[in-house]
């Protein structure tokens, strides 16, 4: 990878004019306050900063996220650095040709088949012809849409021409592939697929790439580096795990109530999918007691789900995620095995309480996610709905501290020290003792292993 910067962002700004009022007005009114006030005029603006002052570089070869919740910036940057919008103050150099997939169909005429899409913007990115064919079957091998290439795009499926457009973004040479979430709309093989190419491309290939997602694994398997935005800045670019994991401390989708350990589903952000909002509230409690979002290791703890609606699904059940940002799937707890359709909900209100005995995670920060299905379909979903922190606790009686860099989970269990039984056939066992050790037993501390 060269350390020659493919991107150069600086001091990059972009504000929007909004009309807030004005829009519900006859013309006669509007007139009037123009004549009246010809300076201020008839409709009051309001300044949106979509981005303030951001600057950063990206090596050639470098593959880069840019995460951050929904109006942080993420989309009007990529629009920018491709070339869609200009920016209000601040400059971007970039050595190479842009090619984007930022929108279902950006780029693409629709009344042109797919083939003569592929054309047009091998063209726009200043392509010649013969260079277009030589790369045309590969391009059309990996869309899988060869029998459609005829057809106008306008009758494609929305998958259809993400295929497309992917393949042909990544096939035309760009030397800078910028990616927005646009992925997120194809099935899970095709997914795959585009990131196995744009892994190709950056590493065998030596091409630049800027990927944004709110998948955060996606991220952290792809890009060794990512950039946080939040209300427009830069507030954090370094490695991936570090900016995933302070992305899950500053924006729960649980909105954090007025009480530690109890978290607003409700209020989460399901912009990324369309869900019914049955899961209403999330609750941490140590010991069934009280809300907290401390839990210590081996400590029992209740989780309780608020729900309403419940009645209106057919065949629910419940499954709950318990991660980090480095490994988002630790362990899953599930109702599967016993479908809440069997109990008698007398209300549209209710709470599903779920115990776990011992906390067995070491200390560290965990999130949990909670999705509610009927059958085979998503009802609600709320990713990272609410955060807590594991704190050490002798566990074991024996003094010993589980260390996080040693895994996540601990399992209490017991060893033998046996006789070898080296000998021949028919040679009797040499006598050795035998040395147990069990979780509570009297004659030597219990053990632990970290997984």
């Known amino acids: 990878m060269s350390t020659q910067p493919a991107i150069e962002v600086h ?3 972009k504000v929007y004019n909004l009309g807030l009022s004005g829009r519900t007005k006859s013309l006669a009114t509007i007139f009037g306050e123009r004549v009246r006030h ?3 005029g008839g409709t009051r603006r309001e300044r949106l900063v979509a981005l303030d002052d951001v600057s950063f570089d990206v090596a050639a070869g470098e593959a880069v996220g840019v995460i951050g919740n929904n109006g942080a910036g993420k989309s009007t940057l990529l629009k920018i650095i ?3 919008t200009s920016p209000s103050t601040g400059y971007i150099d970039m050595i190479g040709r842009v090619g984007a997939l930022l929108e279902v169909g950006t780029g693409f005429h629709p009344e042109l088949t797919g083939m003569e899409n592929i054309y047009m913007n091998g063209s726009v990115l200043g392509m010649a012809k013969r260079d277009i064919d030589r790369r045309l079957d590969e391009i059309v091998a990996f869309s899988e849409i060869e029998k459609f290439l005829d057809t106008p795009t306008k009758r494609y499926s929305t998958g259809m021409r993400v295929r497309l457009a992917f393949a042909v973004a990544a096939h035309l040479e760009p030397e800078i ?3 927005d ?7 899970y093989s095709f997914q795959a697929k585009c990131l196995e190419k744009m892994r190709s491309v950056v590493t065998d290939e030596g091409r630049t790439v800027l990927f944004v997602s709110h998948n955060l694994v996606t991220v952290e398997h792809f890009c060794p580096r990512s950039i946080m935005l939040a209300d427009g800045h830069v507030v954090f670019d370094g490695p991936t795990h570090e900016a995933i994991a302070a992305y899950m401390r500053k924006f729960p989708q649980g909105v954090p109530g007025e009480a530690a350990g109890v978290f607003d589903l409700a209020a989460a952000d399901r912009s990324d999918g369309r869900y019914e909002p049955v899961l209403k509230q999330l609750e ?3 010991h069934g007691g009280l809300p907290s979002d401390e839990i210590r290791m081996g400590e029992p703890v209740r989780i309780e789900i608020g729900v309403e609606g419940l009645r209106a699904v057919r065949s629910p059940f419940l499954l709950v995620t318990v991660g980090t940002a480095a490994c988002p799937t630790l362990f899953r707890m599930t109702s599967s095995k016993m479908p809440l359709a069997i109990f008698h909900r007398r209300s549209d209100r209710e709470t599903i ?3 776990i005995p011992s906390m067995p995670l070491t200390p560290g920060e965990y999130f949990m996610s909670v999705h509610l299905k009927d059958g085979n ?10 955060t807590f922190t594991v704190a050490p606790a002798d566990v074991f009686g024996n003094g010993y501290v589980a260390d996080p860099n040693e895994g996540y989970l601990t399992v209490p269990f017991e060893w033998e020290l046996r006789p070898s039984y080296a000998g021949t056939a028919g040679n009797e066992p040499a006598v050795a003792a035998v040395q147990r050790v069990a979780a509570g037993g009297d004659r030597e501390p219990a053990g632990s292993q970290s997984l």
Do not use: C, M, Y
């Open 377 to 386: 379909s998503t009802v609600d979903f709320v990713l990272r709905a609410g």
């Open 82 to 84: 491709s070339r869609i």
């Open 11 to 13: 001091h990059l700004s």
């Open 353 to 355: 309480e779920i115990d």
């Open 177 to 179: 592939l910028i990616v």
């Open 181 to 187: 979430e646009v992925l997120s709309v194809g099935d």
């Open 284 to 286: 941490f409690r140590p």
């Open 38 to 40: 010809p300076i201020r």
